[in-house]
Nanobody, 115 residues
Framework: QVQLVESGGGLVQPGGSLRLSCAAS????????MGWYRQAPGKQRELVAT???????NYADSVKGRFTISRDNAKKTVYLQMNSLKPEDTAVYYC?????????WGQGTQVTVSS
């Protein structure tokens, strides 16, 4: 079955950096659009960034210039490098795989930005 396993979350001070990873199995990773979404307490889940099979990236305005999404098809892994983190980036971050009219989700990893 499809599995998306996130890692790399944690507690970081404002201005700090974290790198999230999402390892996929059970899918033909190279043909899927991969993405990161986040959900803060009391808010709806929102798009953070996506990267297509061809490597084209798309970002939410709130993270442009601070976050970078990348993928390694050989490792079946998608990454999210997060720099200059702000308290408003605090949320559970979810990995997403989209393809063949289906969405697959990971279990999420908590990112907390606080001093």
């Amino acid at each position: 079955q499809v599995q998306l396993v996130e890692s790399g979350g944690g507690l970081v001070q404002p201005g700090g950096s974290l790198r999230l990873s999402c390892a996929a199995s059970g899918i033909i990773f190279s043909v899927y659009t991969m993405g990161w979404y986040r959900q803060a307490p009391g808010k709806q889940r929102e798009l953070v960034a996506t990267v297509t099979r061809g490597g084209s990236a798309n970002y939410a305005d709130s993270v442009k210039g601070r976050f970078t999404i990348s993928r390694d098809n050989a490792k079946k892994t998608v990454y999210l490098q997060m720099n200059s983190l702000k308290p408003e980036d605090t949320a559970v971050y979810y990995c997403n795989a989209r393809g063949f009219k289906l969405d697959h989700w990971g279990q999420g990893t908590q990112v907390t930005v606080s001093s």
